[in-house]
């Protein structure tokens, strides 16, 4: 399968990038030359490792996969910080970002419609306005707290009181998205971009003030 999208930003050198896994895992295996695919429960999550992995590379040929490390709240890094990246699956579509100035935080989420009636436990009253009780518009709200968690990268987050969506934009072919992020170690407001394809939505976000 080849890129889903492939969307740059030559500002500030942002990349995102999506695939469908229809691959075998000796394809993703011969595409990471120099690294074997660490043992996993699943293969289903080899898959989801390395294709993650070989897409990184896709977007930064030289991208040092074999030094990313996990964090204590498991959040990938590399320990010199010379790329900022993120990585998100929902299965058979990962997703990766790409930045080489700031946190970045990505989340791909497939549609599935018992998100609708799940939307109360991480949505307040005025962000369902926003969504319109429509699953795509949910899964797309749902996508940006996750991406704003793995933007903060320090663990527990309540997603219905830390991470509050309230403007909701459609601008040309994608949508922007304005939160206030609450955390008590961290108070800001966020801005995410992201969009809803035929069978996922994604958002992402970097370390930008308004």
Known sequence: MSLIKHWSEEQDGKQLAFWKIEEPLDFFASQLKGWEIPIARSERRQLEFAS????????VADFPVQDVQINDKGKPFL????????????????????????SIGLDVQTYEPKIKRLQDKFLGIDEQ????????????LWSSKEAA???????????????????????????????????????TDLMLQGRMESEFAWACTESFDL
């Open 79 to 102: 320990p010199n910080e010379s790329l900022h990246f993120s990585i998100s699956h929902s299965f058979p579509y990962v997703g990766v970002a790409v930045s080489p100035k700031r």
């Open 149 to 187: 968690y793995k933007w903060y990268g320090e663990g527990f987050m309540d997603f219905k009181e830390h991470m509050i969506v309230h403007e909701w934009l459609d601008i040309d072919d994608y949508v922007q998205l304005k939160m206030n992020f609450k955390h008590p170690k961290q108070r």
């Open 52 to 59: 993650s992995r070989f897409l990184l590379q896709e977007l």
């Open 129 to 140: 306005r926003l969504s319109d009780s429509l699953i795509e518009k949910i899964t797309l």
